[in-house]
């Protein structure tokens, strides 16, 4: 470390942190913006620095409720990985993944991508069979795959309990380039980039409604912090997708519901990488800090509210000591939820919408947080060249009208039902 950086840390120590450079502007809101982005989550940060950095489009506004880190992006469980099934959807994730690859030299910022594998293990012929098609898929577009028989699980993970009556560990598919990724740093980092390309970030700046010219498109946002009119508006709010797509008169095929994920205390290294659970809907890594995060299913019933309830807790909690007796030992620290914007065939929309000028991207189920920066890439060309991206084509928001859904359940972790 130099002698200034060393008297910068000192000083700032010293003198209450008051010295610090901001990490992106703050500036005040523009009449005019070519493009804004209502969502300073990961996926409107994203778009916003494509836009900027791909497109060459700057004068852009990313218009955030709160303050940036306070929704989904820094309530998920970081995972990242390019696991799915379907052709319309494994591309994507692809692309995804080679993004997150490539993500910290483009950002200039340690984002703590992860590369540690993601396992999903199997407990019957018919899930190895699922698995081994899963896997088949993934091969076939580019990605990596590995079908591990029960004794290669067991080296790699020997902790799990594979003489479960019930669920026996027969095997696992194991993508060795998924992983986990900082989540709020992911945030700070596109926000960052976005902003030293001259895109403006508005925090404290709450959509209240849609501006509309004579014909009835969408020219604008009426905000907290006054009117700001644009040529194009792209929503990218995650769970709150409905409500404010509602604002222009749009009634989206999803609805919302609440996800918990939990933390342990601080422990010793114990687990690798991700393993999921293929008999019940839980996942569990271990973060860097020593603290085991897992999380299960949604809730049942739709809710905008960042919490959950003692149901789900339960069944995690069970889900957690049939896999992995030890973890009973383990003390939970805190849980928090995410708000999922569920699709009816769980898989994302990246699509202009029937009302000109607005622009959509929602739906993304539990695929939120791996798809940040492919989401971001897809719809910022959307955005800027009123075209859907080629690994993105298929996130058509008419789908559920034409009946070209793509059905990969919504589902998360297991190898049979993605």
Not at 388 to 416: C, T, W, Y
């Amino acid at each position: 470390m130099s002698r200034y950086s060393i008297f910068s840390l000192a000083r700032n120590a010293l003198t209450g942190h008051r010295h610090w450079d901001r990490a992106w502007r703050d500036p005040p809101p523009k009449p005019h913006y070519d493009i804004i982005v209502v969502g300073g989550g990961g996926h409107g940060l994203a778009t916003a620095h494509y836009l900027a950095k791909i497109h060459g489009i700057s004068r852009v506004a990313v218009i955030e409720k709160g303050w940036l880190g306070g929704g989904n992006v820094g309530r998920n469980t970081t995972i990242i990985r390019a696991n799915y099934l379907l052709d319309g959807n494994e591309p994507f994730y692809e692309w995804s993944l080679k993004l997150w690859e490539g993500l910290e030299q483009d950002l200039n910022y340690n984002a703590m991508v992860s590369q540690r594998g993601v396992l999903n293990l199997f407990h019957s012929d018919a899930e190895r069979d699922a698995a081994a098609r899963r896997g088949n898929a993934m091969l076939l577009h580019g990605s990596d795959a590995e079908l591990l028989h029960r004794d290669a699980v067991r080296k790699l993970c020997p902790f799990l309990d594979f003489d479960n009556a019930r669920f026996p560990i027969q095997g696992g598919l194991l993508q060795r380039r998924g992983g986990s990724a900082r989540h709020d740093a992911v945030a700070w980092g596109f926000a960052r980039a976005a902003s030293a390309r001259g895109v403006d970030i508005l925090q404290n700046c709450e959509v209240l409604a849609f501006l509309r010219d004579a014909a009835g498109a969408i020219v604008g946002v009426e905000t907290s912090r006054g009117s700001i009119s644009a040529n194009k508006v792209g929503i990218a709010v995650a769970g709150n997708s409905s409500r404010v797509a509602a604002m222009a008169g749009l009634r989206l095929p999803i609805e919302s519901h609440v996800l918990q994920a939990f933390v342990s205390e601080g422990l010793k290294p114990i687990i690798p990488g991700v393993v999921t659970f293929g008999a019940a809907h839980f996942y569990i890594s271990q973060s860097d800090k020593g603290g085991l995060v897992f999380g299960g299913d949604v809730d049942g019933y739709n809710s905008y509210a960042q919490r959950g309830n003692l149901p789900i807790v339960e069944d995690t909690c069970e889900s957690a000591m049939a896999l992995m007796p030890m973890v009973g030992r383990a003390r939970i620290l805190r849980s928090w939820g995410g708000i999922m914007d569920m699709s009816m065939d769980g898989s994302p929309i990246i699509d202009r919408s029937p009302i000109e000028g607005l622009y959509i991207n929602a739906g993304w189920c539990y695929g939120g947080f791996k798809a940040t920066p492919a989401s971001g890439w897809c719809f910022a060309h959307l955005l800027a060249t009123d075209r859907s991206h080629r690994v993105a084509e298929a996130f058509r928001l008419d789908r559920f009208m034409s009946g070209h859904i793509l059905d990969e359940k919504g589902k998360g972790p297991q190898p049979n039902l993605h």
